[in-house]
């Protein structure tokens, strides 16, 4: 894999291109030297068309890893949904782009132009393709490739905007595109449907190298594509009559072929990567997590495209900005709920169970109701799911040791409570033959030094970059540091161990990139985890739905999809016969109680890729995701575990039952507890999801630039 690499070096030291915050490469100069120079040979032309993979670190509005350069990594797109959140946005505030309507018509955008650049780089390949000297199995795979981009690229366009103007040729000063109007959805989707069946035809697999393009990435895209513009049409009730005159792909066949190309591909990729424990990582579900933690995804069971990353070529600093003070992504309490306990049942449902944890012999038994939503959260963590311990870092206490400024002892106090989590990860520190208080004394070591210090994924406690202690989850703003010892005193939970990184507000941090045995930088990006960009996981979640929305969903699929990662999962398997009106409270009472379920896998399985946005505005459930209040971890005792107020000087905690910041009066009726209160109600602020966000405007300098281009109707 490092020649991929080595080539995009030279390419751009060949064309004076520099980096770009972690990027494969900066924009080419335009001019009659890179045409006449690069589409001499295969080689030459194959290393023109790596500079289009630029597309995967998220200049389009495509999901897939962003620019690194930001604290929340993969997931921004996961904060407009209202999935995850942004504790950047100021307490008392309603927080989200969308739901605080902070949103408005832009002069210019790259969401709008990006793509276009990108495909004027494939047709320009196109324009070209009799030009290399090559076979013809070599000119095949390059048109291929180069389609494969254009077509991704629109897509980018069309489920961002709609109606878009569909360019299949290089664009010239005088060309009519650049005054044309809109072309229909219909039409765009029909042209990217066509165009990715040919790439799946004729990619060249067998000459195609190691992670590129190939037929398989073609297919997954297709199933990926397909099913959001069949379920968008479906949703959205798009008037498909011009499909019949014009002999367009119906969102029907797209759905169709969806489930099509996902068997192909399911056929192809029959294992989930079930993880490596040879770090000490043997916590049930691993292979998860580790696919965004692994250092070589090359092999890896399931993977069908990835972002390499390479020491001193390509890092980032993605699992960095998850130990630092600028580190601003969260979950909510209403994702936390989302979360299936180990046995796959809603935290509502009838039969759900409950444990009771004994941390001396740490083990558990089946105990006393309570509820999952309003408990402490060693309660809420308590055998879920797994996926949400390796998104969000479960809770635990250690004490800071006088050994060293790096250094902690083990609180093995109120009955082993603040160890449960503790015990199901690797340990961070290293002993250090040094005692504090008759216990053993660890170390943290920096994760700046070198890699593997520690070869374990996800490991406890946590630290920063320097290695400096965290000595407590959570570690939230709306708690004061000096109530912890009176919080441990009493056997509950602390929430401030005042340090001012892994800080935030809701208590439930997130941590999907984090990897103990991966470097980092204060100030360089040093990383060098792979990232999946394309993998069966998501092909299984698109064939689930898309065998819903045709009507065939059963047992056997959900055997065939749903179950798999499941069981990949270690948590409990669906049985759609069980699968009634009342198997979930919680859900949304207009959808119907197996769709639910099947997109609760769905935002579960791909969570903090970014994914859950579209999947809102392609299911036209914006208003009920976005307009959601975010609050916090439950707290027993407020006073004792020194919650303080952020917004109007009241009591920190949300009123029970209400919107609001509870009153001294309201907290003590409600038993001196509750969720912490963080941000703002959207609607009862007057704000939330408007029916004009399902599509982006469009940016009013193009249309001053294009007398034809018109704004969305709902924008004007």
């Known amino acids: 894999m490092k020649k991929i690499v080595y080539i995009l070096t030279a390419w751009a030291l060949a064309f004076g291109a520099t980096s770009c915050n972690d990027e494969f490469l900066e924009r080419y100069p335009q001019g009659t030297a890179t045409e006449a120079t690069a589409f001499v040979t295969y080689d030459t032309s194959m290393a023109y068309l790596l500079y289009l993979y630029e597309c995967f670190n998220g200049y389009t509005q495509y999901s897939g890893p962003i620019p690194v350069s930001g604290a929340m990594g993969t997931s921004t797109r996961d904060t407009y949904s209202g999935i995850l959140t942004n504790y950047g946005y100021g307490a008392g505030t309603v927080t989200g782009a969308y739901a605080s309507q902070n949103i408005s018509i832009p002069t210019s955008d790259g969401t709008y132009t990006n793509p276009y650049y990108f495909i004027r780089y494939a047709n320009l390949m196109l324009k070209h393709i009799n030009d290399p000297d090559c076979t013809d199995a070599q000119r095949t795979h390059l048109e291929a490739v180069a389609r494969f981009f254009r077509a991704y690229n629109h897509y980018a366009l069309l489920m961002t905007y709609g109606d878009v103007i569909y360019v299949d040729h290089e664009l010239t000063d005088a060309s009519e595109e650049l005054y044309a109007k809109r072309d229909s959805r219909l039409y765009v989707a029909d042209q990217i449907y066509n165009e990715l069946v040919w790439c799946i035809n004729n990619l060249q697999d067998d000459i195609a190298e190691v992670n590129t393009i190939n037929s398989h990435v073609a297919m997954a895209f297709l199933t990926r594509f397909a099913l959001f513009e069949g379920t968008w049409r479906k949703y959205h009730q798009v008037d498909e009559s011009e499909c019949a005159t014009n002999n367009y792909v119906t969102g029907q066949k797209l759905l169709e072929e969806c489930v099509k190309y996902s068997k192909t591909l399911m056929g192809l990729y029959p294992t989930l990567y079930t993880g490596n424990s040879a770090g000490g990582d ?8 580790q696919l965004w933690t692994t250092d070589d995804l090359e092999g890896t069971p399931g993977v069908i495209l990835y972002m390499k990353y390479t020491e001193d070529y390509k890092m980032h600093r993605l699992g960095h900005f998850e130990h630092i003070g600028s580190a601003s992504l969260e979950m ?6 989302l979360y299936l306990t180990k046995e796959g049942l809603p935290i509502h449902n009838a039969n759900v169970k409950y444990y009771d944890y004994d941390g001396v012999n740490d083990s558990y038994s089946e105990g006393a109701p309570y509820d999952y939503a309003n408990c402490d959260i060693y309660k809420t963590f308590r055998n879920r799911d797994p996926r949400l311990w390796q998104t969000v870092m479960p809770p635990y206490h250690v004490n800071s040791a006088s050994t060293g400024g790096n250094d902690y002892t083990y609180d093995e106090s109120a009955d082993g409570k603040y160890m449960e989590y503790l015990r199901k990860f690797p340990a961070r520190g290293v002993a250090t033959g040094l005692t504090d208080g008759g216990k053993e004394a660890y170390r943290l070591p920096a994760a700046n030094a070198a890699y593997y210090q520690i070869n374990a994924h996800k490991a406890l406690p946590s630290g920063n970059w320097a290695g400096n202690i965290q000595p407590n989850v959570p570690n939230t703003s709306l708690g004061t540091s000096g109530a912890a010892a009176g919080a441990i005193a009493a056997g509950l939970t602390p929430f401030n161990s005042g340090k001012t990184y892994q800080l935030g507000k809701s208590g439930y941090f997130v941590w999907k990139h984090h990897a103990a045995w991966d470097r980092q930088d204060q100030n360089v990006a040093k990383e060098i985890s792979d990232k999946p960009l394309f993998k069966i996981e998501e092909v299984l979640l698109n064939y689930a739905e898309a065998q819903y929305e045709l009507g065939a969903f059963s047992q056997t699929v959900a055997d065939e999809s749903i179950n798999l990662l499941r069981d990949r999962a270690e948590v409990g398997r669906m049985n759609v016969a069980e699968i009634g009106a009342d198997f979930d409270p ?6 119907d109680p197996v769709l639910w379920e099947i997109r609760r896998e769905r935002l579960i399985e791909l969570m903090g890729e970014s994914f ?5 505005r392609r299911w036209k ?4 995701y976005v307009n959601k209040q975010h609050y916090g971890a439950y707290v027993e005792n407020a006073a004792t575990q020194g919650i303080n107020s952020i917004s109007l000087g009241a009591t920190g905690i949300l009123k029970a039952g209400g919107t609001t910041e509870a009153s001294d009066a309201e907290l ?9 209160y963080y941000y703002q109600d959207p609607v009862s602020a007057g704000k939330g999801w408007l029916e004009k966000y399902y599509l982006y405007p469009i940016p009013s300098g193009e249309i001053l630039l294009n007398k034809n281009l018109e704004q969305q109707e709902l924008w004007k």
């Open 282 to 289: 043997n916590y049930p579900g691993k292979g998860w997590g």
């Open 332 to 337: 909510p309490q209403s994702t936390v709920d």
């Open 586 to 591: 919680d859900r949304d009472q207009s959808v």
């Open 612 to 616: 859950s946005f579209e999947d809102i």
């Open 621 to 624: 459930k914006g208003e009920w």
């Open 668 to 676: 003590a009726a409600q038993g001196g507890g509750g969720h912490l």
